[in-house]
């Protein structure tokens, strides 16, 4: 008998990737991004490009966010490429392309 569920809300995921393919990802995207951009369109790019460990006979009717750990790997990484001065903190009050200020603006180090 085929049993199947649906679990609606956001759900916190783990990854179906190595962590060296979870990093590749990360500055691939980072490599990608416009001169400027923010933390949260980054990871958001990232999420929509990420393998989740999804459960069988599941459907996830919500939105699949990152664990905690895989968010702290994410910083570590960008902090390196701050450290490599590859990528450095905006600390100015410029608005996203959404005219958001309250988010963490990055700008490549060129």
Sequence with gaps: MYVSKTIYGEQYLPLACTPEDFKSLILSEIEQSENHFSSHDLIARIGRKCDFQKEPNVTYAGSIGFLGTDLDFINK???????????????????DSFGQTNKIQFIKVI
């Design 77 to 95: 990484v960008i902090w390196k490429q701050i450290w490599d001065k590859k990528l450095m903190i905006d600390l100015t009050n410029r608005k």
